[in-house]
């Protein structure tokens, strides 16, 4: 599916129901789920963090709701990678913040 940033297609699914009324998707609605990942101890801004295979970490953007969602993004050494939309998990271009870490 194509990222929610661009216009929808005719032929694509309904829409997560995070968009209508807009509010921060839940872990179990990104794409892949959150929840197929291993959940850490760790919280940022409110949201779990989760661990993935390759030993980066993900965790929801809570102050991005509706179209605006966001998945931070870090490597295996806490550094930020991005953000990814929850909807299609593609990299937003731009998105790497310098000096930006994951705290453990």
Partial sequence: MPCLRHPPQPHTRPPPPYL???????DAETLP???LFNRTS??????????????????LDT???GRGAEIETYNGRGHHMGAICPQCGALKPGSI??????ER
């Fill in 20 to 26: 209508s009324p807009p509010r921060g998707p839940k």
């Fill in 33 to 35: 789920p959150l929840t």
């Fill in 42 to 59: 760790l919280v940022v801004k409110g949201a779990r963090v989760y661990q993935l295979p390759d030993g980066s970490h993900r965790h």
């Fill in 63 to 65: 102050l991005h709701k």
């Fill in 97 to 102: 913040v310098p000096g930006r870490r994951l």
